[in-house]
């Protein structure tokens, strides 16, 4: 199963490795990455992790997002702040630059934008070099 306009595997995508953690955080009823490496261990709360993938319906939710998961994904792991796509039909606040901005002002920065499916668009955050 792809996401989006890429072939890319979705574990691939989000960057998730053979024997690492995965925190899946306010996700859609039922909703699962598949095709997971080997020894990967989803959590379905907000656990430090490798990766950490946390759903937002509304733009009054990035900051508490970010604050929450900002210290589980030191020094060098990464968060995936998903919204409904646009382009998939959905109607929402959140944009790309709302959680960019958000992530800024925390001195995180994002690094790459992907679909994480139809439905939701991701925007993958890390803490800049010098605070890791």
């Known amino acids: ?26 996700r859609n009823k039922g909703w699962e990455i598949p095709e997971l490496p080997e020894g990967v261990v989803v959590q379905y709360s907000a656990k430090t992790s490798d990766v950490i993938v946390w759903f937002v319906r509304d733009k009054a939710e990035i900051s508490a997002a970010l604050t929450t998961a900002a210290p589980l994904i030191f020094p060098a792991a990464s968060v995936w702040i998903a919204w409904p796509r646009k382009a998939g039909g959905h109607v929402s606040n959140v944009t790309e630059n709302d959680i ?33």
């Open 1 to 26: 199963m792809t996401a989006g306009y890429s072939s890319t595997p979705l574990a691939k995508k989000l960057g998730i490795k053979a024997g690492g953690t995965v925190s899946v955080v306010k």
């Open 100 to 132: 960019r901005n958000t992530a800024l002002a925390m001195k995180l920065v994002d690094v790459k934008v992907a679909a994480i499916d139809h439905d939701w668009s991701g925007l993958k955050i890390v803490w800049r070099k010098e605070h890791r």
